[in-house]
T-cell receptor, first 115, second 112 residues
Framework: DGGITQSPKYLFRKEGQNVTLSCEQNLNHDAMYWYRQDPGQGLRLIYYSQIVNDFQKGDIAEGYSVSREKKESFPLTVTSAQKNPTAFYLC??????????????FGEGSRLTVL | EDQVTQSPEALRLQEGESSSLNCSYTVSGLRGLFWYRQDPGKGPEFLFTLYSAGEEKEKERLKATLTKKESFLHITAPKPEDSATYLCAVQSESAEGGKLIFGQGTELSVKP
């Protein structure tokens, strides 16, 4: 079945540690996105990538880093510089890097808790 | 600045009690408005895309409508399995990378 796979589903981190969240898609989509979701707030865009080896900052990129070495993969690293990393992280993809269709397909999410 | 506001924040209905969720938006040229359903601890699931005022789309007990300033998600005779958070998002014509701006969601609870 085609879809987006995020791992791990749950992750605990100590303060000062970097962690990497995995996102893999087999939909052959060009564009991939990372959103952060906090209670009572809308999804906020962290980073996005329209093509391989290229990515752009979203609205809340500080303290995060990404890479796009393969079309299928878009991992997100939450660095120790992120001041409030505890959140639900969602990876998504869309069929056209120009966003013509606009439909985002989401993974199941990764919940990060900083201890 | 593009903005999306959803109301109410939470809605409790009895099974069979029809109602509507509202999504008000401000965007500099609308490319599309999107509705998603999100179950607790899960990623959002795509429901509808609306492109122009007057457009309507239906899926089972759900019907989405669009005006120049807002969208409604009408739920007819809801069932407990319709309980979820419903998210609205807009994409502007000038959106870089096709990014969506999301509202904070409406949490719907349907009691039997």
């Amino acid at each position: 079945d085609g879809g987006i796979t995020q791992s791990p589903k749950y992750l605990f981190r100590k303060e000062g540690q970097n962690v990497t969240l995995s996102c893999e898609q087999n939909l052959n989509h060009d564009a991939m996105y990372w959103y952060r979701q906090d209670p009572g707030q809308g999804l906020r865009l962290i980073y996005y990538s329209q093509i391989v080896n290229d990515f752009q900052k979203g609205d809340i990129a500080e303290g995060y880093s990404v890479s796009r070495e393969k079309k299928e993969s878009f991992p997100l690293t939450v660095t120790s510089a992120q001041k409030n990393p505890t959140a639900f992280y969602l990876c998504a993809s869309s069929i056209d890097y120009r966003g013509v269709t606009g439909e985002l397909f989401f993974g199941e999410g990764s919940r990060l808790t900083v201890l | 600045e593009d903005q999306v506001t959803q109301s109410p924040e939470a809605l409790r209905l009895q099974e069979g009690e029809s109602s509507s969720l509202n999504c008000s938006y401000t965007v500099s040229g609308l490319r599309g408005l999107f509705w998603y359903r999100q179950d607790p601890g899960k990623g959002p699931e795509f429901l509808f895309t609306l492109y122009s005022a007057g457009e309507e789309k239906e899926k089972e007990r759900l019907k989405a409508t669009l005006t120049k300033k807002e969208s409604f998600l009408h739920i007819t005779a809801p069932k407990p399995e319709d309980s979820a958070t419903y998210l609205c998002a807009v994409q502007s014509e000038s959106a870089e990378g096709g990014k969506l701006i999301f509202g904070q969601g409406t949490e719907l609870s349907v009691k039997p």
